[in-house]
């Protein structure tokens, strides 16, 4: 499945991020500083931009991680 994380960068985001990776997913990590990410696996990939991206409208799942801002 292909999944899209959106805050990936945060405490709750890498989590998901990990947990979809480890379960077989292929997931869009999405967030304002994804370079931040240390995870150089083969099904992620890295997505730096706007949340209404028209790229992203190809992805199964959403999930939003968002925290205090």
Request: glycine share 10%; proline share 3%; hydrophobic share 40%.
């Amino acid at each position: 499945m292909k999944v899209a994380v959106f805050g990936a960068t945060g405490q709750t985001g890498r989590h998901v991020v990990d947990v979809a990776l480890e379960r077989g997913h292929d997931v869009t990590a999405f967030g304002r500083s994804v370079e931040r990410i240390e995870n150089d696996h083969a099904a992620l990939a890295l997505f730096k931009g706007d949340v209404f991206d028209r790229r992203l409208y190809e992805i199964e799942k959403r999930p939003l991680c968002t925290g205090p801002a």
